[in-house]
């Protein structure tokens, strides 16, 4: 029996959605399906491995008595406003009732909508598998993330600069209400501002729904958890890089995984995105970014802040002055942890600094340099951490105070190690993989690699060519939308 038997985004205005089908694809076959993520959700796999299972989730078939939409959003697009953009290639089939609560399930690449505009709603399998492989990892990671509960291949041609194999993204998430969807409502009127805002409330800030104040609060605490998300992407070396309105989920989790990427060598100006010419989602960036998209959510809560629009403008600065010091709280201590200097902020916060200087001057990768650190602490030599550097002076000076500021100060290996993953979807590795399964139709190296990235923290010896950066030939400096 189809699980997926309710959705609760029909109760909003009906502007902000529409209700439509998937069109059909000539031959869909189950090319992943994510056991260990059916297991998280605690589901009998029994349906999804079945030909009715994949019958619905290549949009070949509908439930009648609950139909797939498609949802409106508007949006600011590299800090353009547009209007008007909604899943143009994406059908929300409902929400499956996981022992953790209930998850949207939503086919990505399965035919146009209402907001398709001149796209064809279509998925290319690369960038399905990229998606699949990289929200993986970043659940690997423990970082707040949309998942993938499988990728199904259509049998259909989908043509960008190439023919290329179409394919659907089985998608999940906690909610897929974005800043975007908020700006489309307030177009709409504050009547749908308040359905949309209420409904976020009661399914996904249960901390703030009984509050006197809700809608202030539903801001902090969206502010919160983005402060929260930035952080752990950037002490990771994550670049989401098309940090748009209508990419920024209100729940605050990692979605639309475009052009993103992980960074080698560190770099606080790192762009990987070949579209973002101006380097406006760069590395360093990030927090002020979503500073600017949380500004542009309080806009649309104004109405609900206060009557007296001076006293609402009043709310809601106060409440977007939490942000950055939340992110810079978040971040160091997350800094910290990965020096192993836990303790200390006032001198191991400049420190840390400086550390992220020291690793752009000297062209260091970042998760060798705190992997190396880490293997320090258990006990391998300061000689292959001293050989990251340029020059042995800045590396014994480094070193040296370093140590200086470990006296006394409790990190662990082991605490070190919770912050310092061995292994990162390294862009080299994830290209090739793409690669393999697209251009030879060998899935074996992504496989591998997705498994190897479940557990990152740690890395088996026969995953170490994994852990390697990139050779000078094998740099792969730019990621392309290639949707
Ligand atoms: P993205 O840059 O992937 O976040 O997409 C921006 C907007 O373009 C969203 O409204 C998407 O639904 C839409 N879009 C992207 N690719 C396609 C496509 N192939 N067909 C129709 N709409 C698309
Ligand atoms: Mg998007």
Known sequence: MNPINTNHYRQLPEAMFSIGNPEPVSAPALQLLNNLLLDEYAQDHQWFKSNAGLAVLSGNSVNAANPPIAMAYAGHQFGHKVPLLGD????????????????????KGSGRTLYSRGGDGRATLSSVLREHL?????????????????????????????????AILVRTARSHIRVGSFQ????????????????????????????????????????????????????????????????????????????????????ADKVFSSIDRQGRYAWAKQPAIALWNLSRFAETLLPLLDDDSDTAIGIAEQQLENFMPAF???????????????????????????????????????????DTLTRHVSGESEKSLLDLFNNKADATQWLSDWRALRNNNPGTADTMREANPALIARN???????????????????????????????????????QQPPLPEEVVSATFCGT
């Not at 143009?88 to 086919?107: E, F, I, K, P, S």
């Not at 990671?141 to 949309?146: A, D, H, S």
């Not at 359905?195 to 006197?212: C, G, I, Q, V, W």
């Open 88 to 107: 143009g290639r994406a059908h929300m089939l409902g929400q499956l009732q996981t022992n953790a609560g209930a998850v949207d399930v939503q086919l």
């Open 134 to 166: 990289i929200s993986e990892a970043m659940a690997g990671l423990n970082i707040p993330t949309t998942r993938s509960l499988g990728v199904i291949t259509t049998g259909d041609t989908v043509y960008r600069e190439t023919p290329e194999p179409g």
């Open 184 to 267: 489309h409502a307030a177009n709409l009127g504050s009547d749908a501002v308040k359905a949309l805002a209420d409904h976020l409330l009661e399914h996904n800030y249960p901390e703030a729904s009984d509050s006197a104040s809700p809608y202030a609060d539903l801001l902090l605490s969206a502010g919160n958890r983005q402060a929260s998300l930035i952080s752990q992407w950037m002490l990771c070396g994550f670049i989401h890089g098309v940090m748009n309105t209508d990419n920024m989920s209100l729940v605050g989790e990692t979605i639309d995984f475009g052009p993103c990427a992980f960074m080698d060598q560190f770099n």
């Open 328 to 370: 810079q709280t978040e971040f160091y201590l997350g800094l910290r942890q990965k020096l192993g200097l836990v303790n200390k902020p006032d001198a191991a916060n400049p420190f840390a600094d400086r550390t992220l200087n020291v690793l752009g001057q000297h062209s260091i990768d970042m998760t060798v340099f705190f």
């Open 428 to 466: 080299h590795r994830v290209e090739a993989a793409l690669l393999a399964a697209t251009n030879s139709n060998d899935l074996k190296p992504l496989l591998r690699l997705g498994e190897a990235l479940r557990n990152p923290y740690q890395c088996s010896p026969e995953n170490r060519d994994l």
